[in-house]
């Protein structure tokens, strides 16, 4: 196994966590008004709120995981065609 093989593993493991904290998240969407918005009861919630940091945090971890190690992955990908 090389190098890149083991950064698309962890590619994969970031965005399966993002996923999943972003389908968690979902889960309070029955609650948004007809504009789109949740109530301040929910948003200030201590539920809600954790959610939406690790949703965040996951966010994060991807976005500098692909910052850093995107054009590598992409130009080993483009050589094996």
């Not at 196994?1 to 399966?16: A, C, H, S, V, Y």
Request: glycine content about 2%; aromatic content about 6%; overall charge positive.
């Amino acid at each position: 196994m090389t190098n890149t093989d083991d950064l698309i593993r962890q590619q994969e493991l970031l965005w399966t966590e993002m996923h999943a904290a972003s389908k968690r998240l979902k889960a309070f969407d029955h609650f948004r008004n007809p504009i789109g918005l949740l109530p301040d009861d929910i948003r200030t919630s201590a539920e809600y709120r954790n959610l939406k940091a690790a949703c965040d945090m996951a966010v994060q971890k991807l976005r500098a995981f692909n910052k850093i190690h995107l054009k590598t992955i992409r130009k080993t990908q483009n050589v094996k065609g």
